[in-house]
């Protein structure tokens, strides 16, 4: 086992990771940034501010050209760093919680709706991001369905939610 070393010690501290571009990228809620680490010498390769903007401590998605992070729970933030660049690009106001995203090739997906501990029979929608931040689509879930799960695994997007006894498997096309 080795220690990466990628924020100060506290609260908020290295929250969810994902792979993309040779890299393991982790949102830090303490430093409201997303931190890079080269894979194969596990050194830090940057840490991508986003500027007061959120705080990019939820979920995490690689697509072909971008990285997506979610902000934390109290946020309605997503936000999509430049990995050529390693900058924050883009900003969205999703109109609800976001918890965890998953990356399909050249988009994003990720579910907002309500606070899953303060307002869980808000509205759920099911929404979905070109990666240059493009809204395609946005599916009515109804209301009740916060954000949960997504991963996309076996031709299909599959969703749940914290407060619904079942999950959602949307079968997406070949590529």
Not at 34 to 43: I, L, N
Not at 149 to 171: D, E, Q, T
Request: hydrophobic residues 35%.
């Amino acid at each position: 086992m080795k220690r990466i070393p990628i924020t100060r010690p506290g609260s908020s501290g290295a929250q969810f990771a994902t792979t993309g571009f040779g890299s393991v990228w982790v949102g830090v809620g303490n430093n409201a940034s997303v931190v890079r680490v080269d894979a194969r010498s596990d050194k830090v390769l940057a840490t991508i501010s986003f500027h007061d903007q959120m705080e990019p401590c939820g979920g995490v998605a690689a697509t072909s050209r971008a990285i997506w992070v979610s902000e934390c729970l109290d946020g309605n933030h997503v936000g999509r760093i430049d990995p050529r660049t390693n900058t924050a690009t883009t900003v969205m106001d999703t109109g609800g919680r976001v918890i965890w995203m998953a990356g399909d090739h050249d988009t994003v997906w990720f579910v907002t709706g309500g606070d899953p501990d303060y307002s869980p029979n808000a509205p759920g929608y099911l929404v979905h991001v070109g990666d240059d931040g493009t809204y395609l689509h946005r599916y009515t879930l109804g209301d009740g369905f916060t954000s949960g799960s997504v991963v996309i695994a076996f031709g299909s997007l599959w969703v749940s939610s914290s407060h619904k006894p079942l999950i959602l498997r949307i079968p997406l096309p070949a590529r």
